[in-house]
Nanobody
Framework: QVQLVESGGGLVQAGGSLRLSCAAS????????MGWFRRAPGKAREFVAS????????QYVDSVKGRFTISRDNALNTLYLQMNNLKPEDTAVYFC??????????????????WGQGNQVTVSS
């Protein structure tokens, strides 16, 4: 069992930056693949980025490539999402998620076992 707590969201103007953090409890964080998802108003939750247990494999949704960077610090049990050049369409509740399956880097939310509570990011135009 692992608990995930996101932080770092807020209100930012278009073109600005934010860094989301996801702190994980428990000692198994280093074995999990991790992901970020988001839910925009009136839309389904969508995949944003995922990272393997050691960071050697990373995936992004096309709309954030070149602007967002996913990373992790296993010594601190923390996942990050650096978001640069933010756009109004990035406005959403952002969720971090953990997948217990060793070696995977999933993009489907059904593959993840644990979820954070979500953190609001609002980008004004």
């Amino acid at each position: 069992q692992v608990q995930l707590v996101e932080s770092g969201g807020g209100l930012v103007q278009a073109g600005g930056s934010l860094r989301l953090s996801c702190a994980a409890s428990g000692s198994d964080f280093g074995y999990y693949s991790m992901g970020w998802f988001r839910r925009a108003p009136g839309k389904a939750r969508e995949f944003v980025a995922s990272i393997s247990w050691n960071g050697d494999r990373i995936q992004y949704v096309d709309s954030v490539k070149g602007r967002f960077t996913i990373s992790r610090d296993n010594a601190l049990n923390t996942l990050y999402l650096q978001m640069n050049n933010l756009k109004p369409e990035d406005t959403a509740v952002y969720f971090c998620a953990a997948d217990r399956t060793y070696g995977s880097v999933p993009t489907l939310e059904g593959m993840y076992d644990y979820w954070g509570q979500g953190n609001q990011v609002t980008v004004s135009s």
